[in-house]
């Protein structure tokens, strides 16, 4: 009888991650059997406590559920109560949520660029280590991570959980007058961008493919952040009103979070590589340069070369918020009213880690009947789970406390947000 | 590595992250604060992780899990000044919704394997597990508050940390009142201060997300609100929101007083 051989890979707790995760990976006679990213982090009820609430308090109930990306809980909540009552938003208040969700995805972008991923590449085990070697590359990020801040605050009246959205606008616009000096700043911001691409695109990235299906909001004209329709890399194409009928999600034993597939297709990914690889067209001049100049190509399959795309984006965000505050002029009110009626409403938008859905079920008075919500962390945990097993495949002469350190920072590619993740079935789902 | 720095642990147990990134969001200070001192625990941020016991810690999120109540009865073991941070861990956070429902059947409705999940029928502050030295409120914290309770330990002095209302704050700062100009509904007047404000900046009321301030008038309360065309079940909806456990026991104390 031969000896068996086995061989675990545990992280117990994954740092530079949002929330908290861990990671088992077991290996029998040289192959790798399971691999799990487990989420531990506590479950929160957030679709179940959603019922009874009335249909205005999703967007700040919703924007807790990540202190991240509340931004895009808020609009993908908005998006689905409007869908629901029929509402549309004055093309000013479009514009300048817009705006503001530029700012969320330069400060989460920047986040984990320089915080989060790029310690992994240079071998630091924070960005707080960087900076006692290279402290003038930290403060470009923490600078360029401000600027997203500042429009996040000037907008919503708050960095993390603003609270000047609601559902049909804003409490309050600003006056064009406001945005001067924020101006001048992305000025700045633009420069800090564009290094920052130039920096990351000199990293050493494994060589590492994947062929998942990709998923993002195409909107053809310019580059999907807050609206448009879902496309796939397989060439599906469908309504953001239609995604429970191609997005099915599962529960499994090892996550509090739902793994999420493609209707007859399986697993997929979405998020910046997807976004990038489906509507790099509709970038700009000057985002696509620096795209090309730092070797990224027509598509990205290499999730290593995400922190590239991040960078990217980074470049697009500022400059798509420079040229929203130039043409800005303020709506006639800061919000349309929303009447509510019996529907169901689904909305969709572009959060910095991928597409994030809401569907709302309300009734005449308005109060939310069910609510689903899907994260983009619970789409890709099977994608992210496929590539463990491929890349630990294919580097198992690595002693242990170097395949983990490899499979965190594989991790990481995703920039997983375990806070969203971790949600529920809610009731309708359940009962078939 | 500087031996004689204090440590700084931060910890995280459920919640959105978001009072934890506050100091990641400090960026003009961050740089400065860790050159202050030995961040020795600080998952968000860092892979180091350092043994206690640890100087300050710093706790994020409510207590949702058996396992959570034990961990954070060995983070106040390893931890020599405890300060928790937010709505989460200091009210429980709007996870505690959870905690008017019927747990049992909400469960077996919600979970299409309850097996596989290991959750407390109620979600708790920190304060009703260990002792507590300081608490920061809101949802999220003050990024101000913050680092003003940071540098008051470093400089071994006692962090000064308000108890009086928004609405305070609000004239403090020159803001219209938002109820009286436009007959708004807001919990400026019984919640306490911290945030700036700055709702009313943004001609909204407050929804209280700092939690109730020391001494708040709750039947006044009712009346303004009730002035403004509010129906009973939305005052009741505004309360029991990211400090619903804080303001519930002060409506069940004044429901039983009179």
Known sequence: MTHRYERLVEVQALARVEGEGAMHVRVRDGAVEDVRLEIYEPPRFFEAFLRGRRHTEPPDITARICG?????????????????????????????RRLLYCGEWIESHTLHIYLLHAPDFLGYDSAIALAQDRRDLVERGLALKKAGNDLIELIGGRAIHPVNVRVGGFYRTPAPAEFGPLRERLRRALDEALATVAWVAGFDFPDFEHDHELLALVEPGRYAIGSGHVATSGGRSFAVRDFEDHIVEEQVPHSTALHARLAGAGRYLTGPTARYTLNRRWLTPLARQAADAAGLGEQCRNPYRSIVVRAVETVYAVEEAIRLIDRYAPPPEPAVPVPPRAAVGRGATEAPRGTLFHRYELDADGIVRSARIVPPTSQNQAAIEDDLAR?????????????????EQAIRNYDPCISCATHFLDLHLDRG | MDVSKPTLAVWKLASCDGCQLTLLDCEDELLAVAGRVRIAHFLEASREVLPGPYDISLVEGSVTTAADAARIRAIREQSRTLITLGACATAGGIQALRNHADVAEYTSLVYAHPEYIATLATSTPIAAHVDVDYELHGCPIDRGQLLGVISALLAGRKPDLPAHSVCFECKRRHRVCVVVAHGLPCLGPVTRAGCGAICPAQQRGCYGCFGPMETPNLAAEAELLGATGMAPDDIDRLYRLFNTTAFADLLDAAGEKS
Do not use: N, W
């Open chain 1, 68 to 96: 991240i990306c509340p931004v895009a809980y808020q609009m993908s909540a908005c998006a689905a109560i409007e869908d629901a009552c029929a509402t549309t938003v004055h093309p000013a208040v479009a514009d300048l």
């Open chain 1, 391 to 407: 890349f630990v495949a294919g580097r198992l002469d690595l002693d242990d406390e170097s395949l983990t350190a490899r499979c």
